[in-house]
């Protein structure tokens, strides 16, 4: 029910290359949040999306909030090396609930 | 530096020890939140604060784990009789509820490991 599913588990990509990756659920949220996990240290949020529909960018990041409200997507452009680490999607119910994670590698 | 700090960073403990983790969040924050994580997982929600007050447990908190804030500042959790099973991340977070937003700011985290 309130599963987040998120996928691919993991991705090997060039440096440069465009990387796309996404979260479903079956249920209703009112908040999509995307996190990145570097090793040894706790996740840091990279964006936040309020509304259905919506989308924001960080950076070269671009979050899209689903118009469905069960999903959510994250992009990053033009990979460098520093973007290595584990993504997380999270939503908010009383506590917040994640994802299993994307681990991300790029290759130099 | 005025994040969310975390003590200790790793702790080795022997099984059936009790073991007693430190969380100092972000000064203002109102709410404090208790994390574990194990590896290829994401976190899994423990319990939260809003203030002194404890006001969620999930079920994944067993009676050998007890978490405090007295002050409403730093708070602590504690696992008694530590398992193998216990073996994970423990991450604290903190936030500045308000209104509909509630961005949580994590530490870096307690690596426990039972022996």
């Known amino acids: 029910g309130q599963q987040l599913n998120q996928s691919p588990q993991s991705m090997f990509i060039q440096e440069g290359e465009d990387v796309s990756m996404n979260c479903t659920s079956s249920?209703?949220?009112?908040?999509w949040l995307w996190y990145k996990q570097d090793p040894g240290e706790g996740p840091v949020l990279l964006i936040a999306?309020?509304?259905?529909?919506e989308l924001t960018s960080n950076g070269r990041l671009t979050a899209q909030f689903g118009i469905t409200r069960k999903d959510s997507f994250l992009n990053i452009s033009a990979s460098i090396p520093s973007d290595v680490g584990i993504y997380f999607c999270?939503?908010?119910?009383?506590?917040?609930?994640f994802g299993a994670g994307t681990r991300l590698t790029v290759k130099p | 530096d005025t994040g969310v700090s975390q003590d200790p960073r790793h702790k080795i403990t022997k099984r059936g020890q009790n073991v007693t983790f430190r969380c100092d969040p972000i000064?203002?924050?109102?709410?404090l939140y208790w994390y574990r994580q194990t590896l290829g997982q994401g976190p899994e929600f423990l319990t939260y604060f809003q203030n002194e007050a404890q006001l969620e447990k999930s079920r994944l908190l067993s009676d050998r784990f007890s978490a405090e804030r007295p002050k409403g500042s730093f708070s602590t959790l504690e696992i008694q009789r530590t398992e193998q099973g216990d073996s994970a991340m423990y991450l604290c977070?903190?936030?500045?509820?308000?209104?509909?937003?509630?961005?949580?700011?994590f530490g870096p985290g307690t690596r426990l490991t039972v022996l």
């Open positions: 000064s203002e924050h109102n709410r």
């Open positions: 999270a939503v908010n119910l009383q506590e917040r609930r």
């Open positions: 249920s209703i949220f009112n908040t």
């Open positions: 977070a903190s936030s500045l509820s308000s209104g509909n937003t509630d961005t949580q700011y």
């Open positions: 999306l309020y509304k259905a529909g």
